[in-house]
């Protein structure tokens, strides 16, 4: 698993690349609380490069979610593959969570906000 | 023409008598003392060379009166008895000490050794026998005879490995003993070799001569040999005596180990061990292992101020992260402890570093300056290192009874689980059901329950708490347990699964989540009714149609949404059914079985087709047994598996 970050305009872009399992979680984890420590609640997660998410994986954003909204910020989900897309759907977390197709999508929905 | 012994001078008779009598004493010492000797009866160098002296004194005290030469005016009978007490005691003392210095040869016995010793001994009887038996011999044969014993001798009193058994304390006697028994030695030799004015020596060139010049000459050279041995010996005999001491230092404080001591013991031992064998006049331990209290032993120093010492030392001999010895060879000059010193003039203090953990110090001191020499710190450090291997085998080994422990109750846990979880599911009347479960550790966060709620309607439930092992096992056992209670509410099903939302919120970490399946059948109604919080969905077979499908539907996992917000997600769907259709519930453990090689999931579409397939029995266990099988193909040997359950449930 490799994680990217990337700040620009207010909007953090973290970019998940590989195996989203329950070891690379955990810093995933550490990586998204820093951010809250340093107040970047707007948050997009680019999925193009993410293969698989565990159930660990998307504890880590079922965790935070709570803290984002409490801060006004928010996750904002593109480029998910279909079995990606399969574990959210599955599980109702694209009835709670913003995804989209690309990250175009995802600027705007930020920015609308 | 051969050449055969000389007749005898003077009363041959009487000569004749003499030799049969001493050749008898030979013979039957040879074996007896031969035997009595080899018997064990002898362990140390010292034991056998007091012996040799027992015997050689009673020899040598015999020869006086013939030396100081009163012999002369006895009358003729005594003289005889005096001859043959005196031809006695010096045959028994050349035999006896014959085999006692054998068997010092044998002390470090080697194989080459053993046969020179054994061809010796053959000689001699052969040499006996032949004494007995009176043929003479053509003097080749005697020639012969010297030669072979003479290479003998020259072979075995050369040997003188027993004498690195000789211990520091016995030298000296060992040494007095030998002296004695050389100037017997000189005595004899010189009495019946050199002067030969005795008479059984009259005969000259026999084989008698032979045997006994031979045996008397072994006896003689290897006593003086032994002496010279051990005056050479002397100097290196400290050394040897030093690593005799460590290698038994050592044996003892590995033995205390190896008999389970505590660590402490073992420490113990250590130091008594230490104190003895570097020749220390006091010293001190100061040791603390295990958040144990800090352990302090001391010889000949105040224990009070012990612990100060240790303070003055603590900085000097754990120096930054290397712990290293510090050999203080003036104690008295040295500026901060020679003040503690104590009067004792030198020190030497050693750190006890198990893993890079300061385990403790060991001190010894002498009343003498530079008095601990390379060998002896030596010494000291290989005793910390035993007792520092010994305390690591014995952390080593608690920590595996302490996995063992942990396995233990991972096996208790087990237990428990399967307990908590039905084997079957009850209210069967209309329906029928078969489960399989199957955790990837020895406990899991799958579970599956059910509650008969009327005589019509049963409840089933079936979920997955996030991640797997102890911890998910915990929450499942929990989530039995709200379920358990909330049923018996006789609850709407959209009701019970916000108030279980509720429960799990409040109970669970925040990255921890349960997906479950709640389902109420009526089979009154022939119906079911369910909610799917973010479960897999449910496969559903149609008999008549024969063909399976997924039903799609809508919902969100329990412990997501904390508060008022989740009963939005909650949807409630109610689905009729035929005779003999079936409905699957999984986990997704099941339908996520990965093949390790192509790394494809089993996944929904083959799972409703081998289900499709199976139907083909008629048998519900073995259309389940049949589903399974065809999940184990594709993942093989995968042993990555994630918990899995499966329930199939038969509309009557």
Known sequence: MEIIQHYEDEILTIQLTGELDAKSSIDLDETIKLALLQEKTRIVIDCQRLNYISSAGLGVFISHLDDLKAYGGKFVFYGMNGSVYNVFEILGLHTIMEIVRDRFEAQTLMNES | MGYYGKPTPADNGLWYFYLLCISAFFLGHLFFLRFWVAGGKYSTVEDIVQSVASFAVPAGLMLIPEMAGIITDLPPNTLTAYRIGEGYLFT?????????????????????????????????????????????????????????????????????????????????????WLVVINLINALLVYQYLISRENFFFSVYGTLPEAIYTITIGFSAIYGLMALLGLLFYFPVADIVDQQTRELEGLMEISESARQRENVGQVFDRMFAAAIRDTDSDAGWLWYKVDKQDAVVKAKNVNLSKVNSFKDALEPIVYNGRAAEMLDVPELQEHPTLSPMSNGFKSMLALPMVSNRVDLGMLCLFKNQANAYDGRMTGMAKTYINFALNAYENQQVLEETLRNEHVLEEYKIARQIQQRLIPATLTGQNGWQAVTFIEPSKEVGGDFYDSFVLDENRTAIVIGDVSGNGMAAALHMAEIKGVFHSLTAFNLEPKELIVRANNAISACFEKNRFVTLLYMVIDKKERKFTYIRAGHCPILYYDSRLHEAHYIKDEGLGLGILRDQAYAGHVHVYEQPYQQNDIIVLFTDGIDEAVDPKTKEAFGHDRLKASLVEATRHEVLDKVMKGMLADMRRHVKDNRELDDMTMILLRFG
Do not use: E
């Not at chain 2, 028994?92 to 085999?99: A, P, Q």
């Not at chain 2, 040499?127 to 005879?145: D, G, K, M, Q």
């Open chain 2, 92 to 176: 028994i003392y050349v035999l006896g000490s014959l085999n006692l210095y054998m068997s010092l040869l044998l002390m470090r016995r080697t194989a080459n050794k053993s046969k020179i010793i054994d061809g010796f001994y053959v000689l001699l009887i052969i040499c006996a026998v032949l004494l007995v038996v009176r043929l003479h011999l053509p003097y080749w044969v005697i020639i012969a005879f010297y030669l072979a014993g003479g290479i003998g001798v020259a072979y075995l009193t050369t040997r003188l490995n027993w004498i690195s058994l000789v211990r520091k304390n016995q030298k000296s006697s060992i040494a007095l």
